[in-house]
Nanobody, 124 residues
Framework: VQLQASGGGLVQAGGSLRLSCVASEHTVVPYDMAWFRQAPGKEREFVAAIRFEGRTIGYADTVKGRFTISRDSGKNTVYLQMNRLNADDTAVYYC??????????????????WGQGTQVTVSS
């Protein structure tokens, strides 16, 4: 399976973007999915995650209340709605999957498929 992330771009502070992550294959039981980001010179950090059933969700404290993760399993797609963006949100955003749904809270070591990343730039 491959993951294709899209939806990044340049936005002014306070604006919104919606990222999408499409899986190349349909599965009967969806994967646990997550979004991470990496800013220049910084380590990759967790942003949000959603379990296969679409109801169990977690967020990093830095995005809680501003970002919303969701999924449309019929379209093999996970979304990240990002509102009230600020300069600290500038990063390359990656989606990732734990195809075996091994753990919650989600653990990075179980993420066995990663997308290619989409750039989000927030101008102040």
């Amino acid at each position: 399976v491959q993951l294709q992330a899209s939806g990044g771009g340049l936005v002014q502070a306070g604006g919104s973007l919606r990222l999408s992550c499409v899986a190349s294959e349909h599965t009967v039981v969806p994967y646990d999915m997550a979004w991470f980001r990496q800013a220049p010179g910084k380590e990759r950090e967790f942003v949000a995650a959603i379990r296969f059933e679409g109801r169990t969700i977690g967020y990093a404290d830095t995005v809680k209340g501003r970002f919303t993760i969701s999924r449309d399993s019929g379209k093999n797609t996970v979304y990240l709605q990002m509102n009230r963006l600020n300069a600290d949100d500038t990063a390359v955003y990656y989606c990732a999957a734990d195809r075996l749904r091994r753990s919650w809270p989600l653990q990075v070591k179980y993420l066995d498929v990663w997308g290619q990343g989409t750039q989000v730039t927030v101008s102040s």
